[in-house]
Structure formats: structure tokens, C-alpha cells
């Protein structure tokens, strides 16, 4: 027996207008919020015009969805390279706000594993301090490169399960996690070297 996410996939590739908008009311504000965690230039005027080419992206290309993975995945993969059109068509050239974009200080819930980031001076004014490290992060993320990229922004941004990302991707769910690990690993290298990077000369005695 179908599942109801099956059927309601059947039902939309058959032009049912109903369909569509049952898919858009249950996804909509998941994808939207995925795609706020992007940058903190991102307006939620921004975020709207992106999830608007998020689904009419879906809507042109239902056909290509083979349900090897969740609706929700498929729509996050598409919303990770709209988003970075869009941020790439505004030629966005330095990133910063008072909000980080990405919080892996925690724990990860499943290996436990946490980057090593660097912490930097936290003076009086911590929200500079969270946004530098925020630009700093969203920098490795982007010399990074996919797949790690991608599976990083679906494990963090879109707090997809392992077994999402392995069906995501098409992988096991052990190949799932040490690709995660290995490249958890190589961007908090990226960090740590973009931080050393972009720091101001040491003052002269």
C-alpha cells in the first residue's frame, strides 16, 4: 500500500490542484526555514523569493523526484542550490550580521562529535564576536566544496537524520556518517585556516 507522501506525490504529477497546495502548506515553512540558516544577509523578503523558485522548480521537474528519499529532502537539496544562486547572483562578497548562520558547537547527537572552533576574544560586544565566527564559518563552508558541503547544510541546517542523508545520497548509513565525520574534520581545518587568514597584523610594539 502507497504511502499518504506517495500518494500525494501520484496526485500532484496528475495536475491536482488541491495536491499542490497540500504539498506547499505542509513544506513551504520547512524549506524556508532551512534556507534562512544560509547567510545572515538573507532578508525574509530574500527567503520568500527563493522558496518561490524552490517550488517552481519542483513544480517543472516532480517528474525527475524518484522517491528514494523523502519529498522534504529532495526540496532541500533544490533550495541548497537556489540558494546559492541567489547568493551568487547578488555577488555577495562579504558576509556578517548579527546572527551566525550555522551553530555546531553542540554535540552532534548521533557520533557526538563537535568542531573545533576557534572560540576568539569574547569582549563586550558578543554578537560581533558570533557574526565574525558565523562569516568565518560560512567562508570554509563555501572553499569546502560538495558533497561535503551538502551533507554538512542537510545534517546542520536541515537536521536531516543519517538515514535521510543516506538515502539522499544513495549511500549506506555508515558510509553516511564517516562522510560526515571526515568532512566535520576538513572544515574546522578551512575555519581555523580562513580565521588566520582574514586577521589583522599584529600591532607593532
Given amino acids: 500500500m502507497a504511502s499518504p507522501e506517495a500518494e500525494l506525490i501520484v496526485r500532484c504529477r496528475a495536475g491536482d490542484p488541491g495536491a ?16 534562512f540558516q544560509f547567510s545572515p544577509e538573507l532578508t525574509p523578503e530574500d527567503v520568500e523569493d527563493i522558496c518561490q523558485e524552490v517550488f517552481l522548480s519542483a513544480v517543472r521537474n516532480l517528474a525527475s523526484f524518484q522517491g528514494k528519499s523523502a519529498i522534504q529532502t529532495w526540496l532541500f537539496r533544490i533550495a541548497v542550490n537556489k540558494t546559492r544562486d541567489f547568493l551568487e547572483k547578488r555577488g555577495a562578497a562579504k558576509r556578517g550580521g548579527g546572527r551566525a548562520p550555522i551553530s555546531l558547537n553542540e554535540p552532534d547527537g548521533q557520533t ?37 558541503r551538502e551533507v554538512i547544510e542537510l545534517r546542520f541546517f536541515a537536521e536531516l537524520s543519517y538515514e535521510e542523508i543516506a538515502r539522499a545520497f544513495g549511500i549506506t548509513v555508515k558510509a553516511a556518517g564517516s562522510r560526515l565525520h571526515k568532512c566535520l574534520g576538513r572544515l574546522a581545518e578551512l575555519v581555523k585556516s580562513t580565521r588566520r587568514e582574514e586577521a589583522p597584523p599584529p600591532k607593532p610594539v
Fill in 20 to 35: 499542490w497546495d497540500e504539498l506547499f502548506d505542509r513544506q513551504y515553512d520547512p524549506v524556508g526555514r532551512f534556507v
Fill in 112 to 148: 557526538g562529535l563537535t568542531l573545533d572552533l576557534p572560540s576568539g576574544e569574547r569582549g563586550p560586544d558578543q554578537s560581533l564576536a558570533a557574526s565574525e565566527q558565523g562569516a568565518w564559518l560560512r567562508a570554509a563552508l563555501d572553499r569546502l566544496g560538495d558533497p561535503c
